[in-house]
């Protein structure tokens, strides 16, 4: 019986962990870099977790400023971002693959 049920539980791990994933993570283009205000510019698609259902070209803050050293205008990103103190923050990015 034990078997049956973590049997259960790891299947439903496994089929809503994706999902899950592609909640956090937006794809998008960076645009712009702008170091002086701590800024990215990126032209993305749906951020479901915002309730961004379209994609857009907007400006995001970053939570830390090294991010912004490891990319440039072009690169293409998936990002995680959230609402920090009121402004619509880029709280991990990764280049795409």
């Given amino acids: 019986?034990?078997?049956?049920?973590?049997?259960?539980?790891?299947?439903?791990?496994?089929?809503?962990?994706?999902?899950?994933?592609?909640?956090?993570?937006?794809?998008?283009?960076?645009?712009?870099?702008?170091?002086?205000?701590?800024?990215?510019?990126?032209?993305?698609?749906?951020?479901?977790?915002?309730?961004?259902d379209q994609g857009m070209t907007m400006v995001f803050r970053v939570a830390d400023p090294a991010m912004l050293d490891k990319v440039k205008a072009g690169d293409k990103i998936e990002f995680d971002a959230d609402r920090v103190n009121g402004a619509i923050t880029v709280t991990k990015m990764d280049k795409a693959h």
């Avoid at 049956?4 to 937006?26: H, N, Q, R, W, Y």
């Avoid at 702008?34 to 990126?42: R, S, V």
């Fill in 1 to 52: 019986m034990l078997k049956k049920v973590l049997a259960g539980l790891v299947t439903a791990i496994l089929f809503v962990s994706p999902v899950l994933a592609d909640e956090g993570m937006a794809k998008g283009e960076v645009v712009k870099v702008d170091k002086a205000a701590g800024k990215l510019t990126i032209k993305h698609g749906p951020i479901k977790k915002l309730d961004m």
